[in-house]
């Protein structure tokens, strides 16, 4: 059986637990269960390092050229998503990978860039609060769930801001290899949030 490949973007400006909340889920599960059949990569524009919106520099496993087919993408957020909303040549991998996988998922602010490549026209969709203005003005037939943690509208999933990628990625466990793989990950990770204030 051949392995399906879940990819996370990465990009200079990426917010940290974007990508990495996911990254996270989507390892734990992949690397205890591989017999799911799935495994998770990173991939940015051109590979090697990138800088997060925090400082953090993260090395990304391949660039665009040289990733593999992709079953599920998943794309982050992060102040870096602004230039890449309107990066012509991105856009348009955004929307040749729309066409091969099965599946687009965003965190936050990426939402926008699926946005800016018309992606999200007239379905339902989410985003961090505090951009949910700017998603509007992209596209203003995109039916926002602002009060949503994600929107699984079948093919295309958003999640809103940082934290709610760890919810919608336990949510694609339980998508792709059922609701006792995606407690058994929730429990193995130790995510039970109980804010405190």
């Known amino acids: 059986m051949a392995v399906k490949q879940i990819g996370i973007v990465l990009f200079d400006g990426v917010e940290e637990l974007d990508a990495v909340g996911p990254w996270e ?9 591989p017999e799911d059949g799935y495994a998770v990569t ?6 090697g390092t990138v800088t ?10 391949h660039a665009f050229a040289d990733a ?10 992060g102040r870096g998503t602004r230039p890449l909303c309107r990066d012509e040549p991105y856009l348009d991998w955004i929307c040749e990978q729309s066409r091969t996988t099965s599946l687009m998922t965003s965190v936050c602010t990426g939402s926008l860039v699926y946005a800016a490549a018309g992606l999200l026209r007239g379905r339902p969709a ?4 505090a ?6 003005r ?11 943690r994600f929107v699984d509208d079948g093919d295309v999933v958003t999640s809103s801001g940082v934290s709610a990628g760890i919810d919608m990625s336990l949510h694609l466990v339980a998508r792709l290899a059922g609701t006792e793989r995606a407690r058994e990950t929730r429990r193995g990770i130790q995510y039970d949030p109980e804010p405190p204030v």
């Open 42 to 47: 990173t991939l940015a524009p051109n590979g």
């Open 138 to 148: 992209l596209d203003d037939t995109i039916d926002i769930r602002a009060d949503d």
């Open 25 to 33: 889920v989507l390892a734990w599960w992949t690397h205890k269960h």
């Open 126 to 129: 989410t985003t961090y609060w």
């Open 131 to 136: 951009a949910v203005g700017e998603l509007k």
């Open 52 to 61: 997060c919106a925090g400082r953090l520099r993260i090395e990304a496993e």
């Open 68 to 77: 593999p087919a992709l079953d599920v993408l998943l794309h982050p957020g």
